[in-house]
């Protein structure tokens, strides 16, 4: 039976174990530099995001990260996907679409505009699943991201 809940403090092991997991299939398993320390103060502590975990018959085999960010041309706050991870024992058996719904259902009771995440070009298994539900590409969009020595460059004013 599948269970979905708020993590707790001591899921934490287990949600760096699946962020682990996760940088080694999207193939960057060095990039991960966050502790259960670092984890445990943005989750309990400072609460700048948030996770659900999914278990079935008691045995961990998801995750998903989430915060909230703002839309200023709906002047309403929205939901946004940071990280979902099952095992991959559990793919194909719609645990992935559960939490989504999980995370939709939180979406609008907190009356969020939106629910939005990004997913890697090359993962057509996941963005099958999203256009199944109803999601939709903005492909016209592109991230862009400061980090590292250039975000230290920039904030010191020399861009």
């Not at 609008?108 to 999601?135: H, M, P, S, T």
Request: include cysteine.
């Amino acid at each position: 039976m599948l269970e979905i809940r708020p993590a707790k403090p001591e899921d934490v092991p287990q949600i760096l174990a699946f962020i682990r997991e996760l940088a080694e299939f999207e193939q960057e398993p060095e990039a991960v530099v966050a502790t259960e320390a670092s984890l445990h103060h943005a989750l309990f502590e400072e609460r700048s995001c948030e996770a659900v975990t999914a278990e079935v018959d008691g045995k961990p085999v998801g995750f998903a990260l989430f915060f909230h960010n703002f839309s200023t041309w709906e002047g309403r706050k929205g939901l946004y996907l940071e990280d979902l991870y099952i095992t991959p024992d559990a793919r194909g058996q719609g645990v992935g679409t559960r939490l989504l719904e999980h995370l939709a259902a939180i979406a609008l009771d907190r009356d969020c505009a939106r629910f939005e995440w990004a997913v890697l070009d090359w993962n057509q298994q996941a963005i099958d699943v999203y256009r199944k539900i109803g999601a939709v590409g903005m492909d016209e969009w592109r991230i862009q991201r400061v980090s590292g020595p250039a975000l230290e460059r920039l904030a010191a004013g020399s861009g």
